[in-house]
């Protein structure tokens, strides 16, 4: 006589199997060596965006000095922003504080530009570089936002 498995035993052990093959996120992006701002302080909108979306704000806050090089072509231009930068952030308070643009929270080329610089600025390319890759990939969706 051959005796059945249960169905629910096979379903624990699925479970089991499942969950252990999921413990990383597929969407975490890892840039162990740049600079990123922690998420402490973030408007509640950033915080409940997508991990990559999170990302480029950190990264945005922690490298301002790269992303103000770094044109958008999405055509925030009109919207009176002058580089992929001002799509994160507005400028500071009188305290400091970082004022946040939300613009990038809707707009997936804004977010694509920056996590190209993201890889980019993590292989060691330099500036330039970064700069010609984000001009030769995006300017067939609009004009640079950099006069």
């Known amino acids: 006589m051959v005796r059945k498995f249960p169905a629910f035993g096979l379903a624990i052990i699925l479970t ?14 890892e840039h162990s060596n740049i600079a990123m701002a922690p998420l402490e302080g973030m408007p ?12 480029s704000y950190q990264y945005a806050v922690a490298n301002p000095e790269t992303l ?10 009109s919207m009176g922003h002058t580089s992929n930068y001002d799509c994160y952030v507005q400028g500071e308070d009188a305290q400091g504080e970082v004022l946040y643009d939300r613009h990038a929270l809707g707009c997936s080329i804004c977010v694509d530009i920056t996590l190209d610089v ?30």
Not at 44 to 55: C, D, H, I, K, S
Not at 68 to 77: D, H, N, Q, R
Request: aromatic share 6%; with cysteine; charged share 20%.
């Open 44 to 55: 509640a909108e950033v915080l409940a965006a997508p991990v990559t979306v999170q990302q």
């Open 68 to 77: 103000k090089e770094i044109p958008c072509y999405c055509g925030c231009g």
């Open 118 to 147: 993201m890889r980019l600025q993590a292989e060691g390319k330099d500036l330039p570089e970064i700069r010609t890759y984000i001009d030769d990939t995006y300017a067939r969706y609009g004009p640079s936002n950099i006069p």
């Open 16 to 29: 089991l199997i499942v969950s252990a093959c999921g413990t990383a996120d597929p969407e975490v992006i």
